[in-house]
RNA sequence: CGGGGCGUGGCUCAGCCUGGUAGAGCACCUGGUUCGGGACCAGGGGGUCGGAGGUUCAAAUCCUCUCGCCCCGACCA
């Protein structure tokens, strides 16, 4: 019976991503430390998140292209932020060729150095602007520490690159992106997050400003999901990008960066995924429906296997990824169970009675509060009709991709804990993993830098106006001055 | 880089202390019986024990060196 359960997310949180990545087939480790193979049902998910994004960029108005691999060691020292902050984490390529190379070559971290340079080449007049360009690149950074997906040395990614002819246009591009990751989050991923700014300690290095989308994980930490950066003209001024303005002077463009990574692969897992295995919502999910069949005799297996692949053509044609399993080696338990670890939404299941019924057995991945529920202990198990069979699935994948979100909703709000005033009381919450904290900050670096000393806990995000608390914190919770703005605090991935 | 642990069929691990020439479970292959929540029986294939050196008649086992990996502490999408 019972064989080889997973550990619970209570036990230990990190034991059980870690065997979900391994059991679901995501990923695994290559025999380069830190770095990840994703295997073909992580990458079906990265792939369905690339055509979403890269449907949401080209709608906004940008454009493909691709800059190469290796930057020339002295275009990252330019901006000298920028060297500041990414100097630690480069790998950096000597030899080419058998040969000591003149210039190092770094293996790019992010590419503004080598982005921006080619735009000043491309800039000449104000018509030249704007230019609006995003890349889908693998990147590396040397990180002393790794988790699959969460934190590798090299990661998928995508980076969008823009210049502008005005500060006020960069900034609305800024936010417009942050916008488009955070309606990819909540509606492609079912991950509600928190939009805000960031403070300077963890602003991107030679950024203006940074804004970022936070989501909170089951185990209370928050994961930045995605980074929207005003970059101002600080790369222009490096690199000279600069342009002719409407009134005939020189002027430096004001750029943008932005991007989201497989990370959100991670924080997928660790939003949706249950003590049975892996979660997908369908919208991301390369199989959204498993079909199941179940036979004694050959008899049955004949008439059974044929309405399975009838079923398998008509929602195959309806445009649902459906996939039947007609493994011969495995009783149906034990695919039940595989497909549960796999995260797949909706299992079909088609036996003999189901044919005579003329309907077929539907298994939600988990519990749809629209529908009927199940006696206690035992699992929801719909019967549909197959004259329906098509709009039902439809419908049901669209109330499975609902719930998901207002489930993850639900927990966020749950344990995010606001008004907290006393210092002794926040970090007791940080102790026991409370979630989001809502304070007051006096906006200094010492304070910020004191709690996360002490508590390990760090300013997520200053929140936009919509996610601030109905009564705005008066105090510092840390020094107890007058507070600047509410802040969000948590224990970070 | 500091602390801890580990390298034995594809995977998880036993054997090492008390040297005698490699074993289990899972997975895999073949045949049969099964199949509505992780099937069973029978047969079978596959490792020279991370690497190098040493001790010994004999090394997975003892000694030396070496490489690699994992976990915990200082950076980060």
């Not at 991709?401 to 909703?409: G, S």
């Not at 200053?462 to 969000?488: D, M, T, W, Y």
Request: charged share 25%; hydrophobic share 40%.
């Amino acid at each position: 019976m019972a064989a080889d359960k997973l550990p619970t997310r209570a036990q230990d949180f990190s034991a059980w991503y870690n065997e979900i990545v391994s059991r679901a087939e995501l990923a695994e480790h290559s025999p380069v430390r830190g770095c990840m193979v994703i295997r073909p049902n992580g990458y079906g998910i990265w792939e369905l998140m690339q055509q979403a994004l890269d449907r949401m960029f080209k709608e906004t108005g940008h454009q493909n292209a691709y800059f190469p691999l290796f930057i020339p060691q002295s275009f990252i020292t330019k901006e000298a932020s920028h060297v500041e902050g990414f100097a630690p984490e480069l790998a950096v390529v000597t030899v080419g060729g058998g040969k000591e190379l003149e210039e190092p070559l770094v293996v790019r971290p992010t590419s503004e150095t080598i982005i921006y340079s080619m735009y000043a080449k491309w800039v000449q007049s104000y018509r030249d602007l704007p230019i609006l360009l995003n890349q889908w690149a693998n990147v590396v950074r040397w990180e002393m520490r790794t988790r699959l997906f969460l934190r590798t040395m090299e990661f998928l990614w995508q980076e969008g690159h823009t210049a502008h002819e005005t500060e006020k246009e960069a900034e609305e591009e800024t936010l417009k992106m942050l916008g488009v990751y955070r309606t990819f989050a909540e509606s492609y991923m079912a991950m509600p997050v928190l939009t805000g700014v960031k403070t300077d300690s963890e602003r991107f290095a030679g950024a203006l400003r940074t804004y970022a989308i936070e989501a909170l994980m089951q185990d209370n930490k928050a994961l930045q999901a995605g980074t929207s950066h005003n970059l101002g003209q600080n790369f222009a001024k490096a690199f000279e990008l600069q342009f002719q303005n409407r009134s005939g002077e020189l002027e430096f463009a004001w750029n943008t960066s932005w991007g989201v990574s497989t990370r959100l692969i991670g924080g997928l897992i660790m939003t949706h995924s249950d003590d049975a295995g892996l979660v997908v919502p369908p919208k991301l999910a390369s199989t959204q429906l498993v079909i199941v069949p179940i036979f004694k005799t050959d008899a049955e297996q004949l008439t059974v296997m044929e309405t399975a692949e009838h079923v398998f053509q008509e929602l195959k044609a309806a445009g649902i990824r459906v996939k039947l399993d007609d493994r011969d080696s495995l009783s149906p338990g034990a695919k039940f169970f595989d497909w549960e670890m796999k995260g797949v939404p909706l299992r079909m299941e088609l036996g003999p009675k189901d044919v005579q019924n003329n309907s077929v057995v539907i298994v939600p991945r988990i519990l749809l509060e629209t529908e009927e529920q199940p006696k206690p202990g035992k699992k929801q198990k719909l019967f549909i009709a197959r004259p329906a069979l098509k709009e039902r699935i439809l419908e049901l994948l669209e109330k499975l991709q609902t719930q998901l979100f207002q489930n993850a909703l639900a927990r966020r709000e749950a344990n995010s804990i606001r008004n907290v005033t006393d210092y002794g009381e926040m970090t007791q919450l940080v102790e026991r993993d409370a979630g989001f904290i809502y304070a007051g900050w006096c906006g200094s670096a010492e304070c910020e830098a004191k709690v996360k000393e002490e508590t390990k806990a760090t300013i997520r995000v200053i929140p936009f106006p919509e996610f601030q608390s109905a009564s705005k914190p008066s105090h510092c919770l840390v020094c107890g001055n007058s507070s600047k703005q509410e802040v969000v605090w948590a224990k970070a991935y």
